[in-house]
């Protein structure tokens, strides 16, 4: 069994992926910035290196939208060459190299920093979560209109799936950028709406907007999805049934 040290690891996916590979025997160290004993922000880098030392793999699961992911990764792969770390694994999302949202463009450049490295490294993208999609139509269903983008679709993937992926290729060597990962159905953003107001009990009026810009003609052109790779289980509704109690884990 081999000691990885899991980075974001009390997010919605670093905490499943922790809860897998303890379950497979591995030791697993929790790093984030507020948990001891690993508590680091690898945007400073402070007490990162006690954290990898010793450690065989890093699942690098930490991120954030609000910038600095570069920084980070920079602080991260300098600590593992240091440490003698055979592998990193890092979580990525399908179309980085497609979409050009400011964000993608982060993860697309954190891509390189990690292959460029010198370290052993497996890079898996996904489509978005079943529980990002949700928070988009949670804040579109305050309105008595709920506004979405028209002409998207979305291809959302359940959090669990992708973390019994990233436990699977963390106990392997690396492999380089892997097969990406889609979920099992892409759907226009009207669909998943009315799948949401069914599952709520919501009545709402659903109303496709037309946008402008780079970004949104990359997103109509699919450029975020992955249809040949629709390998996930399961579907949104599914997804719902389960948060709201009707349906078993």
């Known amino acids: 069994m081999s000691t990885i040290l899991v980075t974001g690891g009390t997010g919605t996916l670093g905490r499943l992926v922790t809860e897998r590979l303890r379950a497979d025997g591995h030791e697993v160290r ?7 004993p690993y508590a680091v922000d690898l945007r400073e880098g402070t007490g990162l290196d006690a954290a990898v030392t010793g450690v065989d793999v890093v699942v ?3 991120t954030t939208v609000r910038g600095g992911d570069e920084r980070a990764a920079r602080n991260l792969i300098a600590a593992a060459r240091k440490a003698g770390v055979a592998h990193l694994v890092y979580i990525s999302i399908v179309g ?7 964000y993608y463009k982060s993860k697309l450049a954190v891509e390189r920093l ?3 490295s010198g370290l052993g490294w497996t890079v898996l993208r996904t489509t978005q979560f079943h529980d990002l999609v949700l928070r988009i139509l949670e804040a579109s269903a305050r309105l008595p209109v709920m506004l979405l983008p028209g002409g998207v679709s979305d291809q959302p993937i359940e959090v669990g799936e992708v973390a019994d992926r990233l436990a699977e290729l963390a106990a392997a060597p690396p492999a380089g950028r892997v097969d990406d990962m889609g979920g099992p159905e892409v759907r226009t953003f009207p669909d998943l709406a009315r799948a949401y107001l069914r599952a709520s009990g919501k009545r709402r009026r659903v109303l496709p907007v037309p946008l402008a810009g780079r970004t949104y003609r990359a997103a109509r052109a699919g450029g975020h999805l992955t249809p040949d790779r629709a390998v996930g289980k399961r579907t949104f509704e599914e997804y719902l049934a ?5 349906a078993a884990p």
């Open 30 to 36: 929790v790093l984030s910035r507020h948990t001891q």
């Open 60 to 62: 690098h699961c930490a």
């Open 96 to 102: 980085i190299d497609r979409v050009p949202l400011g």
């Open 114 to 116: 990690i292959a460029e």
């Open 242 to 246: 389960v948060r709201s109690g009707r």
